[in-house]
């Protein structure tokens, strides 16, 4: 499918801080975020993987410093979207939940119900197209937040460890439908604390401590020869404080 | 038993004067809940969705005014709407409009109440995915009340139950005439005090019975939704 270009790319965290109660959770980032295969953020709890994404998103505003998209700091975020760790369900349908989406993202009226069949078709919820989306499993319900996210057609998807909870068949097929997503030209950005899912997704990893910027580097590189102690030790599977 | 048997006559026959009092009764009650509901849903709405000075006292005195007793309420509709009063030039004391206006103020606190607190707890779970969404004010308000109605369908009920039992704010601006502002509630405590306890106790059945009916269609109507819908 070919795709306009993304607009709201690259994302550029120019010195980025984000402080509460004084303590920062994010601490003086700068990065930037460019289209091509999945970044990964990965680190321990409470490195700031979250906070990170909900800048990404613009959901958060930083208290010192500048995101931009597409080198722009006042973007809407219209060509973005975001799953959360425990998507909310509004409490209609799993089709009434994509019609929802399709129509914040101004998508007509006429044209939404071909649209809602073929998002059900990408993450295969076809048949469960008129239940209650709060009736679905844990995995379904992961699959129709992607499948929302999927129907604002963004140039940036924003996943917050959106396998966290769910076991490894379900993860399985989310990972599925991510990569998709990312083959079709989306970037993707994804939290994650398993290693496993950096080998089997990233293109490139961010590392965070204590919501510092430890490292951000290809994934092969990351994981055969990390240049920090603290992303050594993450690799080789210890515990990070 | 006597008494009881009378009652359930005056039901069974379908009497002419029964059945006009019953009609006013449902008719008065169920326009101040839809009127109550114009006011009351959105006032909870902006309640919760918004912050400003003094909000928390403006909750505090929603929340007490649900208990307001029907007596001042219909004291102080009765001071507006006498002929020397603000409104009096309408002339419309002791009709059902004055009726309905009554239980329209001593509902909408209940109705407003209930929906705040129900609004407020659905926007804490929607607001990051709404937020996400980039829905605006109006959409907001509108997503919230729709994914809400099963709950906010429990407030109109209180506050229909609340309209359809008092009977001291309809007995002063209604005034309790005969075939004209009649309810069932004021016939009850008319009809007790003059001894003829058959009417009052029928009535007295049917009010409860049609509270009851009510609550049983609301139940089914929200057992039905929550299948289609969860």
Same mark, same amino acid.
Request: glycine share 10%; net charge positive.
């Given at each position: 499918m070919m795709r306009a270009p993304l607009a709201d790319l690259p994302v550029v965290f120019d010195n980025v801080s984000l402080r509460a109660g004084g303590r920062?959770?994010?601490? %003086?980032v700068s990065i930037s975020i460019d289209p091509g295969a999945p970044t990964l953020v990965v680190g321990p709890n409470g490195a700031g993987k979250s906070t990170l994404l909900r800048l990404c998103m613009g959901l958060v505003a930083p208290s010192e410093g500048r995101v931009s998209w597409g080198g722009r700091s006042d973007v809407k975020p219209t060509r973005r979207a975001f799953v959360f760790q425990r998507p909310v369900m509004l409490r209609r349908t799993a089709a009434a939940n994509l019609a929802y989406s399709l129509a914040q993202a101004g998508v007509a009226r006429e044209q939404r119900p071909a649209r809602v069949k073929k998002l059900l078709e990408q993450v295969g919820l076809s048949e469960l197209a008129?239940?209650?989306? %709060?009736?679905?499993s844990g995995g379904e319900q992961q699959r129709l937040a992607l499948a929302r996210a999927l129907a604002r057609d963004p140039d940036l998807l924003l996943l917050d460890e959106p396998t966290a909870s769910l076991d490894p068949a379900a993860t399985r097929s989310v990972e599925e439908i991510v990569r998709t997503a990312a083959q079709s030209g989306i970037k993707v950005v994804m939290a994650s604390h398993d290693l496993g899912q950096v080998r089997r997704l990233a293109g490139n990893v961010i590392f965070l401590v204590r919501g510092a910027l430890r490292e951000h580097a290809a994934a092969d590189v990351f994981l055969? &020869?990390? &240049?920090t102690p603290e992303a050594a030790a993450f690799v080789r599977g210890d515990l990070v404080v | 038993m006597q008494n009881g048997l009378n009652a359930w006559q005056l039901i069974a026959t379908g009497d002419a004067t029964l059945f006009a009092i019953v009609r006013l009764s449902l008719i008065v009650s169920l326009s101040a809940v839809a009127v109550a509901a114009l006011v009351g849903l959105p006032l909870g709405a902006v309640l919760a969705l918004t912050r400003f000075p003094g909000r928390g006292v403006a909750v505090v005195v929603l929340n007490a005014f649900m208990g307001l007793p029907p007596v001042v309420v219909g004291l102080a509709v009765y001071l507006l709407l *006498?002929? *020397?009063?603000? $409104? /009096?030039? =309408? /002339?419309? $004391? =002791?009709?059902p409009q004055a009726m309905v206006i009554a239980q329209a103020i001593l509902i909408v606190p209940i109705i407003a109440a209930l929906s705040r607190q129900t609004i407020e707890d659905l926007w804490l779970e929607y607001r990051d995915e709404l937020t996400a969404m980039d829905v605006g004010a109006a959409g907001r308000v509108a997503t919230l009340l729709w994914d809400a109605r099963l709950s906010l369908l429990t407030a109109l009920l209180a506050g229909f139950g609340r309209a359809a039992a008092e009977v001291g704010a309809v007995m002063i601006v209604g005034g309790n005439i005969d075939g004209f502002t009649r309810t069932m509630t004021t016939t009850i405590a008319l009809e007790t005090s003059k001894g003829n306890l058959p009417l009052a106790l029928g009535l007295g059945l049917v009010l409860i019975a049609l509270v009851v009916m009510i609550n049983a269609a609301a139940w089914s109507l929200r057992a039905w939704s929550e299948r289609q819908a969860g």
């Open positions: 920062p959770i994010v601490d %003086r008129d239940r209650p989306a %709060r009736r679905l055969n &020869s990390p &240049s | *006498s002929r *020397s009063g603000p $409104l /009096g030039s =309408f /002339g419309i $004391l =002791f009709t």
